[in-house]
């Protein structure tokens, strides 16, 4: 489907008053800060937890290292994550000139 033809409102990538390399800038933007936000999900969701057993014979507040991250430390970098996408994602599209406001 070509550009002129694509309906923004069916999940297109349309934004209306900008160029193309704008939207390919817009983009490339979205698409490194959703990579980089996937990693760090990575991490603490698959990395950690298989290895929490090593990382059990560090202690730490009293607590084993392993279970202190998977328990609070991945749970406080998930919300982290999800505020700082969307902080993020608010200031790439405000300089797009494709934001809300």
């Keep these: 489907m070509s550009e002129a033809t694509r309906d923004p409102g069916a999940g297109g990538t349309s934004a209306p008053g ?17 990579i980089g936000v996937l990693v760090v999900w990575a991490i603490f969701a698959f990395i950690l ?3 929490a057993k090593a990382l059990n014979e560090i202690s730490f507040l009293g607590f084993p290292l392993g279970y202190y991250l998977i328990v609070q430390g991945s749970l406080l970098v998930f919300v982290v994550l999800i ?19």
Excluded: M, S, Y
Excluded at 18 to 34: M, P, S, V
């Design 18 to 34: 900008i160029g193309k390399e704008a939207k390919e800038r817009h983009w490339a933007r979205t698409r490194n800060l959703t």
């Design 49 to 51: 937890p298989w290895n």
């Design 83 to 101: 505020f700082f996408q969307n902080w993020r994602q608010d200031a790439i599209d405000d300089e797009a000139g494709v934001g809300d406001e």
